[in-house]
């Protein structure tokens, strides 16, 4: 600024004694010639102070060297900034942020200083905001997208970039479109769009897609940011990665459906158990007394072989039901899977080329036997209906270790070391579809009449009976891997039992009959009387316990039903053991729906009949557990 204010001295204060930033003149050697109210106000003196002053009385230690230097370079006709940012300190010792704007001028003909003195304490307080916003946005763990009202991007933050694998460069300017994985229809961002154009914050679920093709799903809130003039000028979109948190709902939502049905499958299977034990029951009796040229032995044998497979398919039912009793006992997977090879080999025919790929030194598991068998069976026979054309099956087992990560992905998994079981095919694979239904009771890809939709759903319910955990890895075109996780057992596995002669299964013990269904109970009767036994029945555990008190003799077995209105046969055999300690207990059913207290009998030696049972097993049975030592509640042989 080139001028002299000494010939217009009046006309100068006029303009700046009540300007909005502070102005000063300031002479050789560093005097102060002029300064306005607002100058004072903004180092908090008063104007009569002012002029007591010096550059370096009011410029901050660290900063006075640069504004005299630059103060001398002026005044002696040096180009120097005239513009620039330093720090001043008031009266009372703080210091305040400003920017010079400084020019050559003339005071009363002598060269002098002109400096507006602009205060910046507002501007860097708004300044350290929007530093502290843009750091808690960029550093935030959610991702954050920021448009401008057309939807192109002016803003990613970092997150952003983990979450997608784009890098900020490769999206600013673009559509977030970029990430639509064709999951949602034209209606849905029409519906999103309405929203926000209404100036309404959206809030939904996207399943959006990553620069390398994966899915993902976010929660995200979008809303428009308003500026001075009331109009959109941007659109905020905070978002959080839930694929997590929605693949362990759909599988504790798949898990609560299968419990659902069930039990529903359950209480049909105990049912339809006592009616198949006695048609066939009834079907060995009829069988034995006709000769082998009778002509209606053939439609008996008929019946019998129905009733055969139909109690095969009730423990289809069950075994997904997670209702059968099942009697686990310790043993080592590489042995089951060994002695299955042969039968596994006929089952598939001789196009599947089956691989074994045992773990040495595997650890023992406790289970059932029978139906791990069955496990391995039907994972067999589905790996060969997906390989038409012929493939490799691969059975692998291997102690794992399942950590704590793993365990947060799946629903009802413990941490800690298992042993896993592998069954994969080199077969046409499955989609995302297909595998989301593959366990669910009756669900087929076969046609109609080819398969029952029980074999996977069968699976399903014995592992998980059976305190596993079952994962499945399938695409198409690229074959299907079922992996089973048991928990390892630390004890020694269980040795094989020998079989109770079958010649000699006869008696005159005294046995207790407990059934409710009493179609069973009549037929169960005839067959242990038909072998000499003293046969007292009842017809649930209130009666039983009433006999049991009023019954003169001794009562040697109790043979009683598991499932039983008002009591079962858990709780009676609890209530008999003060009342008739001499008894031992035989129990029977198809189904229970208390497995923990199953359990416990099982611990404690408990013998077990499996329904629907035929007129042999009931005698073998009951004539083993007679001639068997009693055992105490813990197991244990029981003191005479």
């Not at 089973?484 to 079989?499: H, L, M, R, V």
């Not at 049975?621 to 068997?628: E, G, N, P, Q, Y």
Request: glycine share 8%; proline share 5%; net charge negative.
């Amino acid at each position: 600024m080139q001028g002299d204010f000494g010939h217009n001295e009046q006309c100068f204060r006029a303009l700046v004694d009540n300007a909005n930033d502070g102005i000063v003149v300031i002479g050789s050697p560093e005097v102060l010639l002029y300064t306005n109210k607002r100058a004072a106000e903004v180092l908090g003196y008063s104007i009569e102070e002012m002029y007591n002053l010096r550059i370096k009385d009011v410029v901050y230690p660290d900063e006075a060297d640069k504004v005299l230097e630059r103060f001398h370079g002026r005044m002696a006709g040096l180009t120097t900034p005239h513009q620039y940012e330093t720090l001043m300190v008031r009266k009372d010792g703080r210091s305040v942020p400003v920017e010079f704007t400084a020019s050559i001028t003339t005071w009363r003909g002598n060269p002098a200083d002109f400096v507006i003195i602009r205060d910046l304490t507002e501007r860097k307080k708004i300044e350290a905001e929007r530093d502290v916003m843009i750091a808690v946005v960029e550093q935030a763990v959610e991702p954050i997208i920021i448009t401008n009202p057309d939807a192109a991007i002016v803003y990613v933050n970092r997150a952003f970039e983990k979450q997608t694998g784009y890098t900020r460069e490769e999206v600013l300017g673009k559509r977030p479109s970029i990430l639509q994985s064709g999951r949602h229809d034209r209606a849905f961002y029409e519906r999103m769009w309405g929203t926000l154009l209404k100036g309404e914050a959206w809030t939904g679920v996207l399943v959006n897609r990553r620069k390398d093709g994966t899915l993902y799903q976010e929660e995200t809130v979008i809303s428009p940011i308003r500026d001075a003039d009331g109009r959109i000028a941007n659109y905020v979109a905070i978002k959080l990665d839930v694929t997590r948190e929605r693949e362990l709902e759909a599988q504790l939502r798949q898990s609560q459906k299968m419990e659902a049905v069930g039990r529903l499958a359950g209480g049909v299977a105990h049912d339809f158990n006592n009616m198949l034990t006695v048609i066939t029951g009834y079907s060995e009796f009829l069988l034995k007394r006709l000769s082998e040229s009778d002509p209606i032995r053939s439609e008996i044998s008929a019946i019998r072989q129905a009733g055969e497979r139909a109690a095969g398919l009730t423990r289809q039912l069950l075994a997904f039901s997670r209702r059968q009793v099942l009697a686990p006992q310790v043993l080592n997977l590489n042995k089951v899977v060994s002695e299955m090879e042969k039968m596994l080999g006929r089952l598939i025919g001789e196009d599947v080329e089956i691989i074994m790929v045992l773990g040495r030194g595997l650890s023992n598991v406790k289970a059932d036997p029978g139906q791990i068998e069955q496990v391995v069976m039907n994972l067999a026979v589905n790996a060969r209906d997906a390989m038409p054309e012929g493939g490799k099956l691969t059975i692998e087992t291997a102690d794992v270790d399942l950590s704590e990560a793993y365990v947060r992905e799946h629903v009802g998994v413990v941490p800690g070391r298992h042993v896993m079981l592998s069954v994969s095919d080199t077969g046409h694979g499955m989609d995302d579809e297909t595998r989301s239904h593959i366990f669910e009771p009756f669900f087929t890809t076969k046609e109609v009449g080819k398969g029952t939709g029980l074999g996977l759903a069968t699976v399903y319910g014995i592992v998980r009976q059976s305190g596993g955990h079952i994962e499945i890895e399938s695409s198409p075109g690229k074959g299907t891997s079922f992996k089973i996780y048991f928990p390892k057992a630390e004890e020694e596995a269980t040795p094989g039992q020998e079989s109770v002669p079958s010649e000699e299964l006869r008696g005159t013990e005294t046995i207790l009959l407990v059934e409710d269904d009493p179609t069973v109970r009549v037929f169960a009767g005839r067959v242990l009387r038909d072998r000499g036994y003293a046969v007292i029945e009842a017809g649930n555990g209130d009666e039983a316990l009433l006999v049991a008190k009023n019954h003169a003799g001794p009562i040697d077995l109790v043979v009683t039903d598991i499932v039983m209105p008002r009591m079962g046969g858990l709780a009676l055999a609890e209530s008999l053991a003060a009342l008739r300690p001499e008894a031992k207990v035989l129990y029977m059913s198809g189904y229970t729906d208390d497995m923990v207290g199953w359990s416990r009998a099982l611990q404690s030696g408990a013998a077990f009949l499996q329904k629907p049972f035929t007129p042999e097993v009931l005698a073998l049975k009951a004539r083993a557990v007679l001639d068997a030592p009693k055992k105490a509640p813990d197991g244990t042989p029981a003191k005479p």
